[in-house]
């Protein structure tokens, strides 16, 4: 169960806001970093989304967790997540046009997603409630596979 995921955009409240409509979640201020915030989807699992600054990067000092800013970091990052959202693929396009970020269908063989590039920097791949279904139908079949006959992580 994952329950929360922290990125960094340029624009946090602005993309929590984007999020939150997306996902039919609520913004609050992440206190822990100023200028961040979290969307919590208003679930069971606690399940949130943390958007923090740019550059902001989490270190470890005298075993506690603090927040500091990086001066030279990419724009870009190699994490990605994939959420569910209750809202129609043309609800998704919609928005993503409102805002200027690039999307796309992604095509991953057995289920789709869409790619939502969030301030055209970090990829959201966002699943409606059919590309969910499809997405849990083809993870359920590969669970009863072995190991080595399983197809999730085949390059085409």
């Known amino acids: 169960m994952l329950h929360h ?6 624009a946090p ?4 806001k984007v999020i939150a ?3 039919h979640g609520r913004v609050v201020p992440f ?5 961040s915030y979290i969307v919590l ?14 550059g902001i990067e989490m270190r470890l000092k005298q075993k506690k967790v603090v927040y ?10 190699s994490t990605q997540v994939t959420i569910s959202v209750p809202i129609s693929q043309y609800e998704v396009e919609q928005i993503a046009m409102r805002e200027g970020w690039r999307i796309s269908v992604g095509d991953r063989g057995q289920f789709q997603v869409i790619e939502f590039w969030l301030e055209n920097k970090f990829l959201l791949e966002l699943m409606t409630p059919i590309m969910s279904e499809q997405y849990l139908k083809f993870i359920k079949q590969q669970k ?3 190991p080595t006959k399983s197809t999730i992580f085949t390059a085409k």
């Open 144 to 146: 009863l596979e072995s």
């Open 68 to 77: 500091e800013y990086n001066h030279h970091h990419s724009q870009f990052a």
């Open 13 to 16: 409240l602005h993309v929590a």
């Open 41 to 54: 989807k208003g679930d069971d699992y606690g399940t949130a989304i943390e958007l923090l600054p740019s």
């Open 31 to 35: 206190a822990i970093c100023p200028g």
């Open 21 to 23: 409509e997306i996902w």
């Open 5 to 10: 995921i922290s990125i960094a955009v340029d």
